[in-house]
């Protein structure tokens, strides 16, 4: 089949394969893969790096959450209307200081915040950054995820950040990648050269690499979709779920996107939110929830699309855009594209 929905046009994942021993920590293959990226000054590198110090800090508190009083609602509703849990502010600001001190990025875009952050400083980059995603699964003890996207910014450092900086396409992401805090902490991330998973050791406070290049499976067997929506969703969507069933696919839906997400690129698989009648453009953000999803599956050799275009095209128009989204194995994705265009 085509690889139509996969662009992803990276100097041969095979080529850019780097022989790195298991044992490697995190710090040490930033570093070593440093010049990988297309403006190697440092700068990303210490981005990546903060993104991992704030992540241990919020596994710390997403691990003692049952213990001292920080679950539950705080009161208050981000933008999206979801309901702010406490550990959704308390990830908001450790992310937003770690990455905001070092002066890299002169921009952040989050979901917790109603407007884009100009930090007033000469960095050269853009952040979107989902800091607590999955966050209904707080209080019932299941794995939740930060997802981050890095940019570079398109206006000149020292001047006021524009739209363009902000609304770029996923296309022109430098980085992305994910934190899953799961049965154990994993740190997921692309740099445009394959995809590699660091587990976090926590009496060492280390990540290690345990998942070099990292690739998904091009067929898979697990479809993630809340088919509790299902009457409401459009007749292609029916038929691919029908598809599904037919093919005695296997359901697995945990409703927090970083796990189910996770799960389908080790095992194969597709995620589906698509539009419903509640939300009819789809439900997950497209700036700091699909595109680094987008970004990591074509670098793992699957795909992303809203149902008819690939994701890392789409420009968004607004910060909190929402998209429909099908992201996973290629061949899963583009079945599923195939019933949507026949529509
Ligand atoms: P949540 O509302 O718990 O924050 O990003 C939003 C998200 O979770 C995803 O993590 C998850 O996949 C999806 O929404 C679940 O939505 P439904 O409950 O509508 O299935």
Known sequence: ???????????????????????????????????????????????????????????????????????????????????????DVLANIRFTRALTKGGEASALVSEELDTFVDL?????????????????????????????????????????????????????????????????????????????????EPTLGEYFLSHPDMRMPVDGKIYSVNEGSANSFSAPMKAYIQYCKDQRYTARYIGSLVADFHRNLLKGGIYIYPATAKDPKGKLRLIYECNALAFIAEQAGGAATNGHERILDLTPATLHQRTAFYVGSLNMVEKAGELESAS
């Open 120 to 200: 007033n400083n000469d960095g050269k980059y853009v952040i979107a950054i989902d800091p607590l995603d999955g966050s209904s699964n707080i209080d019932v003890n299941v794995s939740i995820g930060t997802i981050f996207s890095i940019y570079r910014r398109k206006s000149p450092v020292g001047t006021p950040i524009q739209e363009e900086d902000i609304l770029q396409p996923g296309s022109e992401q430098v980085a992305a990648g994910y934190v899953l805090y799961g049965s154990s902490t994993m740190l997921v991330y692309t740099t445009g050269h394959g995809v590699n998973g660091f587990t976090y």
């Open 1 to 87: 089949m085509q690889r139509s929905f996969n662009n992803a046009n990276t100097p041969s994942i095979e080529s850019s394969r780097i022989a790195v021993p298991i044992g490697t920590t995190l710090d040490r293959f930033i570093k070593n893969n440093q010049d990988q990226f297309a403006y190697a000054s440092g700068e990303l590198s210490q981005l990546l790096r903060d993104i991992a110090l704030a992540s241990k800090v919020v596994n710390r508190e997403v691990n003692k959450a049952g213990l001292i009083d920080i679950m539950g609602a705080v009161g208050s509703q981000n933008l999206a209307g979801d309901d702010q849990q406490k550990l």
